[in-house]
């Protein structure tokens, strides 16, 4: 029903199967109003729509119209729709004139292509007790409705929406009981009183606790969120789906959507964008006209300004920028800014998702940039590392620092017991925002050097750098700090360090070994790079390029990430080298000829696989007598390949087919 084309963060470039078409995600549905509609939405973009079942069975005419016509005539579009079950009008009137089970059937019957169960909307910020009896009555109508499909074959997806108002635990609770439930899609309920009260902060809290327990391989859709500020913020965080009802509500009250907020049409002096409408008109055009056909611009603008919101957010996930869009768009409203302040708390969570390496280069755009993924992962790499004796302390230079940094490396300081100046025994490392220290070894890999910062540092990356490097030094015995690191780092710095000059001696292997070790795990290089190695480089770019053993290749280095790339001697080698499941993918007996010849590898045939993996590392495929197989790329991070039971896994370089 779903699968991922394209990753960054827990965001997703998917497709979603329906009867009537497939829909490329992130996708927003206008809702349609099937008596009210005025505006062909296909038009402007839409290629999914989503409108009301329960107002259409209150209707008699339409409630027969349907039956005997089908929905997708009822609303004349041909695209896929999806049916809410008038659970809104029950959040808003207390009740409704229709059972859970009579909607589920009449959604199948009129031909819907996702239908709704009828959950309760509880209301952010309800007593406790009335949160948890609503909660109780969503989950059975939800159970009820997935045995009822079951029961009568329906083919008809359902929606089983996540509802637990604003307690993280019951909304856990919700999401857990309906992903055991095994249900189409798992929508997320109740937050537009969150959004039209700028709650963000609140948002990012309840979309998180939901989407941490539901299953990877669904889509979710972010329920009545159709203001396109807020899309970039909930792709992220792994929406999939959103429904606009705002580009006509608003309209009809003069007032126009855009990536920055609404403006108010008696406010503009000059039109917010250069849609066909903005283009056309001026707003003292549009003020003179009659109601319903600026009402209709109006809505035709807001849809143009969603869509195009959404094609630049599947961009930015194409290309790995997607966090630097939101971090840009959160900067439009305080609350906004609350919000991306507040996902700093779930950066464990979205390291599992994030792709190792990415095509467009890490920008920090502010001390927010400090939490990302790619921070946290590299620090958290770090820690894990084995230290040498001493340290030595670089400023940044021009990156990668390592091609700009050698020899005489001017005046230290002391920091700890001073000792003697050995280089075999010393690691070198340079002190910069974001990353705190960044081994020389290994710097040029992604997102180390593929990466900028301001030139004027701002306080709290400053004071981030220093926790980290205060925690990281612990163990060394001395720490030699370069004179221009003085006024960084508040720390307290004795003498000079006038013993001999400090060098910094560039070696081939070692940092081979070192980038081997800090991609496959401590202790590979060594396993790795044993032999006889000769080191291949660009002619054009003096960047390594292939690495053998005497004659024979064991890797390449990858050039837009320096990430090594196996060849069957490096993946047997690393075979060898690293314990199961470590860098593994093990796939199951009936898909071990397929990776022996060099076929990709299929989510459903994976039983088991290393945790640390993630989109783009490099992974060995193995059976479970952890026989090599074949090796290749990942195109997922393990928490999706584990869930996923369509769609590729691991793109296979080779194969060990004799
Ligand atoms: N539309 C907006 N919010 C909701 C919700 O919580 N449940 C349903 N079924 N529809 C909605
Ligand atoms: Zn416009």
């Not at 009802?245 to 920055?260: K, M, P």
């Not at 040498?388 to 230079?397: A, I, Q």
């Not at 780092?489 to 001696?505: C, G, N, Q, T, V």
């Not at 044993?530 to 290749?553: F, P």
Request: hydrophobic residues 35%.
């Amino acid at each position: 029903m779903f699968e991922i084309k394209a990753k960054d963060m827990r965001g997703r470039v998917g497709v979603l199967k329906t009867k009537h078409g497939n829909v490329k995600t992130p996708a927003l549905m206008p809702v349609i109003h099937p008596r009210k509609q005025a505006i062909d939405v296909k038009k402007y973009g839409a290629d999914i729509v989503i409108t009301n079942a329960y107002l259409i069975y209150k209707d008699e005419d339409l409630k027969q119209k349907a039956i005997e016509e089908g929905l997708h005539k009822l609303i004349n579009f041909d695209g896929p729709v999806m049916t809410d079950s008038g659970s809104f009008q029950l959040s808003v009137y207390g009740d409704v004139d229709i059972t859970n089970k009579e909607v589920i059937e009449y959604q199948e019957l009129i031909g819907t292509d996702i239908g709704t169960s009828l959950d309760i909307p509880t209301a952010p910020f309800v007593e406790r007790e009335k949160a948890e009896e609503d909660l109780k009555i969503t989950l059975e109508r939800a159970k009820e409705a997935v045995e009822f499909k079951k029961e009568n074959n329906i083919e008809m997806l359902l929606n089983s929406v996540v509802q637990g108002s604003t307690f993280m635990d019951l909304r856990q609770k919700c999401a857990s009981e309906l992903s055991k439930l095994d249900a189409d899609l798992y929508p997320i309920g109740a937050v537009v009183p969150l959004m039209e009260s700028y709650h963000y902060k609140e948002l990012v809290d309840v979309v998180m606790n939901s989407m941490m327990y539901l299953p990877e391989n669904t889509a979710r859709h972010l329920m009545g969120a159709g203001h396109p500020m807020i899309f970039a913020l909930a792709v992220a965080m792994g929406c999939d789906l959103f429904d606009s009802a705002a580009y006509i509500l608003y309209a009809e009250d003069d007032r126009l959507l855009s990536t920055r907020g609404t403006f108010k049409l008696e406010n503009l002096q000059e039109m917010p964008c250069s849609c066909e409408v903005c283009s056309k008109y001026t707003p003292d055009d549009l003020r003179a006209m009659p109601k319903k056909q600026r009402r209709d611009l109006i809505a035709q603008h807001n849809l143009h300004v969603s869509f195009a919101e959404l094609r630049l957010i599947r961009q930015a996930i194409y290309e790995g920028s997607l966090m630097e869009l939101v971090e840009e768009r959160c900067r439009a409203h305080p609350a906004l800014l609350d919000a991306v302040r507040q996902l700093s708390n779930y950066s464990d969570d979205f390291e599992k998702y994030d792709p190792r390496s990415k095509k467009s280069a890490f920008f920090y755009t502010g001390a927010e940039s400090l939490s990302r993924s790619e921070v946290l992962r590299h620090q958290q790499k770090m820690m894990e590392m084995p230290k040498k004796r001493d340290l030595v302390v670089l400023p940044p230079s021009r990156k990668p620092y390592s091609k700009f940094i050698s020899g005489k490396l001017g005046e230290f300081y002391v920091y700890g017991n001073k000792g003697e100046f050995d280089g075999e025994n010393t690691d070198f490392m340079v002190l910069d925002v974001p990353f705190g220290l960044i081994p020389l070894e290994v710097d040029e890999l992604y997102p180390l050097s593929q990466s900028a910062t301001p030139k004027i540092r701002d306080k709290d990356s400053l004071e981030f750098i220093n926790q980290f490097f205060s925690e990281f030094i612990e163990d060394y015995n001395q720490v030699l700090v370069h004179s221009r690191l003085k006024d960084t780092l508040d720390i307290e710095l004795s003498d000079k360090f006038e013993d001999e000059e400090i060098r910094y001696k560039k070696d081939d292997v070692r940092k081979l070994k070192a980038i081997a070790d800090y991609q496959f795990g401590w202790g590979a290089g060594e396993s790795l790079l044993k032999g006889n190695i000769n080191v291949e480089k660009s002619k054009k770019t003096g960047k390594i390029r292939h690495i053998y053993d005497g004659k024979t290749l064991i890797v390449n280095m990858r050039a837009s990430d320096s990430y090594l790339v196996l060849s069957k001697e490096g993946a047997k080698r690393l075979h060898g080298a690293c314990e199961y499941p470590k860098n593994r993918v093990v796939v199951n007996k009936d898909s071990e000829p397929f990776a022996l010849d060099g076929k990709s590898v299929f989510s459903k045939f994976v039983v088991e696989c290393d945790e640390n993996i993630r989109a783009n590392d490099e992974v060995l495929i193995v059976n479970e007598d952890d026989k090599l197989l074949a090796f290749g790329k990942s195109l997922l991070s393990a928490v999706e390949i584990e869930d996923f039971q369509t769609g590729q896994a691991i793109k296979t370089r080779k194969g060990f087919k004799k």
